[in-house]
């Protein structure tokens, strides 16, 4: 969600990826590598591995997105002040991700 934010991602795409995180989690034989279904599921990391035994929900993804935005200013003034994140920085990121 942070990093979709701070490349400009539409709202409205970041909910549907964050809440796929469901589906991926939750039918992991559908991937393609069985070494990738087990680092998704026990990722050797508890913390990681406590955030995937929840799904991802829309009431949490508002609640991230209403807080970003209402105190932190939004993704990109969050990645600038708090990341430490210069604007050439963050266009760079976008160019080596969005663009071909």
């Known amino acids: ?3 979709e934010g701070i490349l400009g ?13 469901n589906l991926v ?3 992991p034989e559908g991937m393609s590598s069985a070494s990738v279904n087990e680092r ?6 508890a913390v990681v591995n406590e955030m995937n035994a929840e799904t991802a929900s829309g009431t949490t993804f508002d609640s991230v997105a209403q807080f970003v935005n209402d105190e932190l200013g939004g993704w990109q003034k969050y990645a600038r ?3 430490r994140l210069s604007a050439h920085d963050i266009q760079d990121f976008v160019r080596l991700y969005l663009e071909k």
Do not use: K
Request: hydrophobic share 45%; glycine share 8%; aromatic share 4%.
């Open 25 to 27: 989690l939750a039918n």
């Open 40 to 45: 998704l599921l026990h990722g050797g990391s």
């Open 81 to 83: 002040q708090e990341l």
């Open 1 to 3: 969600m942070m990093i």
């Open 9 to 21: 991602v539409p709202e409205r795409v970041m909910r549907a990826d964050y809440q796929l995180t």
